[in-house]
């Protein structure tokens, strides 16, 4: 499984931003697909995840401001941020759990940088 994310960027607080995650590969093998994020000095932590079956999970912090959807024709996972925070400032990676002979594996994207300006 490769995951490709995109649409990070420069916004003013109270903008808005989607992010997108492109599967390919093994992409049948996939159970739940999500997005992380990492702020400088921190550690990584979840912001969204969506099952096959689409049942989501949010992260306290993003609940009611963030949404998570997949277009499965299109292989891709979305993350709409709205009314974004300069808290939201950090390093997105989309990350997909999928099924292989060896058991259940975490399949990681590269990050995409998201800037929230004061």
């Known amino acids: 499984v490769q995951l490709q994310a995109s649409g990070g960027g420069l916004v003013q607080a109270g903008g808005s931003l989607r992010l997108s995650c492109v599967a390919s590969?093994?992409?049948?093998?996939?159970?739940?697909m999500g997005w992380y994020r990492q702020a400088p000095g921190k550690q990584r932590e979840l912001v969204a995840t969506?099952?096959?079956?689409?049942?989501?999970n949010y992260a306290d912090s993003v609940k009611g401001r963030f949404t998570i959807s997949q277009d499965n024709a299109k292989n891709t996972v979305y993350l709409q941020m709205n009314s974004l925070k300069p808290e939201d400032t950090a390093v997105y990676y989309c990350?997909?759990?999928?099924?292989?002979?060896?058991?259940?594996?975490?399949?990681w994207g590269q990050g995409t940088q998201v800037t929230v300006s004061s």
């Open positions: 990350k997909a759990q999928a099924l292989t002979r060896a058991g259940w594996y975490d399949y």
């Open positions: 590969g093994y992409i049948s093998s996939i159970n739940v």
């Open positions: 969506i099952t096959v079956s689409g049942r989501t």
